[in-house]
């Protein structure tokens, strides 16, 4: 139902321009005299093999992370529409002493480290940030795939990166440029996007080591009970736990508990 959002007109744009690039990339490779294509023409086929698997995983990961839910929060009522009894049980229990409050904007129960986003127009459970090239949120659903889906692209990048490399061999002529500018072109844009995604996911396991998010971070004197807090991260705790909970524990935490001191255990 919220996710009809992920697939508007901005969205599937997106998504149709990170398919195309995926595939012209990986075609150029193959199409010029790169390690890739010897091993292709020599038979050797189970490098080349790898490398399409990674590209085809890689794109995948992308549609799922896209597409997702990425945690919208739902008025009680939405929340127990089709949930049989062992879900329900599974929803957060919020602490009876714990008063939450309604977004200014879709007047829902705003969980603690929820926050609106004006884009997806709905609250989303431990926001992180709205990412335009994935076109949705990043929240408590799909973090945890955001950055593995980062782990598999960084890889591909670098792999991609040496072999663009292996078939650069740079000549002061204009018809070299004819040939190979297609391959050139494609090496610049994997060296930009090599940087980005190795900073992206560098800057997120380490936020998410230390148990916050990026809204969290960029604004932790504007956020009310972040402000307000004697430590400077309530819910920082350890290293080890929190990267239990982030990537091992799969379902939704009650902050509020944690905050709180009253229970840390995920419910």
């Known amino acids: 139902m919220r996710q009809g959002a992920a697939w508007g007109g901005g969205g599937s744009l997106v998504r149709a321009a990170y398919t195309a690039l995926s595939g012209g990339v990986t075609l150029a490779l193959f199409l010029h005299r790169t390690d890739l294509r010897k091993q292709e023409e020599q038979g050797e086929l189970l490098q080349p ?26 008025s009680d009522e939405e929340e127990k529409v089709g949930m049989n009894e062992e879900q329900r049980v599974m929803m957060p229990q919020f602490p009876s002493n714990v008063w939450l409050r309604r977004c200014g904007y879709c007047m829902l129960k705003q969980p603690m480290r929820a926050k609106h986003c004006q884009l997806c127009r709905h609250c989303v459970r431990r926001y992180d940030h709205h990412c335009p090239w994935i076109e949705n949120c990043v929240g408590e659903r799909n973090h945890p795939l955001f950055i593995v889906y980062l782990a598999v692209q960084l890889v591909v990048l670098l792999w991609s990166f040496h072999v663009a490399w292996s078939g650069l061999y740079f000549q002061q002529s204009w018809e070299w440029l004819q040939h190979n500018i297609f391959l050139l072109l494609s090496f610049l844009v994997i060296a930009i996007f090599t940087i980005v995604v190795l900073l992206l ?67």
């Open 49 to 74: 093999l790898i490398f399409v698997l990674l590209v085809l995983c890689s794109v995948l990961l992308y549609f799922v992370v896209s597409l997702m839910d990425p945690g919208f929060v739902e």
């Open 201 to 267: 996911l560098v800057s997120h396991l380490y936020l998410v080591s230390c148990n916050t998010t990026t809204w969290e971070f960029m604004s932790h004197h504007r956020i009310s009970y972040l402000r307000h807090c004697e430590s400077e991260n309530p819910f920082d705790q350890g290293v080890i736990l929190n990267l239990w909970r982030f990537f091992c524990a799969c379902r939704l935490v009650t902050w509020e508990k944690i905050y709180f001191q009253e229970d840390s255990d995920p419910v």
